[in-house]
């Protein structure tokens, strides 16, 4: 019985360790570098008026599962301004972030019409505080041409 009741406060332990993880991806997310990993900090834990229309690359990741991001530069000149959007998991055994159901947007459709955005991918959690996030993408989602 002793056993039993250790085993399960340790579960419960770890239980609560990985849900604290989901819980603190949530929120809007600036991307401030990318090398072999992209390094995030926190911009707003609630984010109601995303997509936020400032410089910069920016995910959000929504308690209702929901996933947007977007790219933004004001002044108009920048052709890579885009959006998306899908769904997102959190994979607790492989500390993995699935993405699904990916859809793209851009303020600038004529820029998108040459190209397809893969529908999922997974991107695999490194570090995650309440300010900052570091991720690896392990299988990426971003636009792929259909010119030859």
């Not at 579960?11 to 849900?19: D, K, R, Y």
């Not at 959190?90 to 990916?102: R, Y």
């Not at 529908?119 to 993408?137: A, F, M, N, P, Y």
Request: aromatic letters at 10%; glycine letters at 4%; charged letters at 25%.
């Amino acid at each position: 019985m002793k056993k039993l009741i250790h085993t399960l406060l340790l579960s419960s332990i770890f239980m609560n360790l990985q849900a604290q993880d989901k819980t603190n991806l949530y929120g809007e997310w600036k991307i401030t570098s990318e090398d072999s990993l992209l390094t995030l900090i926190k911009v707003k834990n609630d984010p109601q008026d995303f997509p936020r229309y400032d410089w910069g690359r920016f995910l959000c990741f929504l308690e209702n599962g929901s996933y947007q991001e977007h790219a933004s530069a004001p002044c108009g000149l920048d052709d890579n301004r885009y959006s998306y959007s899908g769904k997102w998991n959190f994979n607790v055994k492989n500390k993995t972030i699935e993405l699904a159901s990916l859809k793209a947007g851009s303020k600038r459709p004529d820029i998108y019409h040459h190209y397809t955005l893969l529908s999922s991918g997974v991107i695999q959690l490194i570090e995650v505080t309440d300010k900052k996030l570091v991720l690896k993408i392990i299988i990426p989602w971003e636009k792929i041409s259909d010119k030859n």
